[in-house]
């Protein structure tokens, strides 16, 4: 199996862009996690989708971030428009269904809003 | 709230020494934990899990024990060599809201 997928790995953008990362999970994992990983705040969760159904997006900083799952093997997660301060890695990590699996992660994705 | 804490924040040590990261959590109502190594500009890589009805996991020259009783948990790495060098993390599945906790890491350092 790739593991989990992301793209880009680098996005360097200016304030006010619209920035779209991606994420294509383990094929038969249910269960998506979308992470913010910065030096001051540690690893943030933002949202987890179990089924493709968001199930807490209580992590999501503001109403400039949305993330969706239109099916099991995708997922976004949109910052309309960015600020400096959303630089950070942003990771997705997937394990299959229930509270018992082993998580895995993606490679990242670093945005720089300048 | 789960809250978990990992000291110390930062280790160095020689190579060959063995060496213990100590990661603690609140709540002991959890369904598992999980350890994970991530090298600088890396996402995390899963090292081991253990369920909460497990004492431990053994990979290679990787031990990890948890007591969920008194909330702790230990990563014993053996024979320490450069290439463990990286910030080693530990997360717990609570049992409320099925989700993760992290704790900020150990960062790892081992001298040849």
């Known amino acids: 199996d790739a593991g989990v997928i992301q793209s880009p790995r680098h996005e360097v953008t200016e304030m006010g862009q619209e920035v779209t990362l991606r994420c294509k999970p383990i094929s038969g994992h249910n269960s998506l996690f979308w992470y913010r990983q910065t030096m001051m705040r540690g690893l943030e969760l933002l949202i987890y989708f179990n089924n493709n159904v968001p199930i807490d997006d209580s992590g999501m900083p503001e109403d400039r971030f949305s993330a969706k799952m239109p099916n099991a093997s995708f997922s976004t997660l949109k910052i309309q428009p960015s600020e400096p301060r959303d630089s950070a890695v942003y990771f997705c990590a997937s394990r299959e269904q229930g509270a018992f699996g082993e998580l895995f992660f993606g490679e990242g994705s670093r945005l720089t809003v300048l | 709230k789960q809250e978990v804490t990992q000291i110390p924040a930062a280790l160095s040590v020689p190579e060959g020494e063995n060496l213990v990261l100590n990661c603690s959590f609140t709540?002991?109502?959890?369904?598992?934990l999980q350890w994970f190594r991530q090298d600088p500009g890396k996402g995390l890589t899963s090292l081991l899990l253990?369920?909460?009805?497990?004492r431990e996991q053994t990979s290679g020259r990787l031990n990890a024990s948890l007591d969920k009783s008194s909330g702790r948990s230990t990563l014993y790495i053996a024979a320490s060599q450069p290439g463990d060098s990286a910030t080693y993390l530990c997360a717990v599945v609570a049992m409320a809201g099925n989700q993760f906790y992290f704790g900020t890491g150990t960062s790892l350092t081992v001298i040849p």
């Open positions: 709540d002991s109502a959890i369904y598992n």
């Open positions: 253990i369920q909460s009805s497990q």
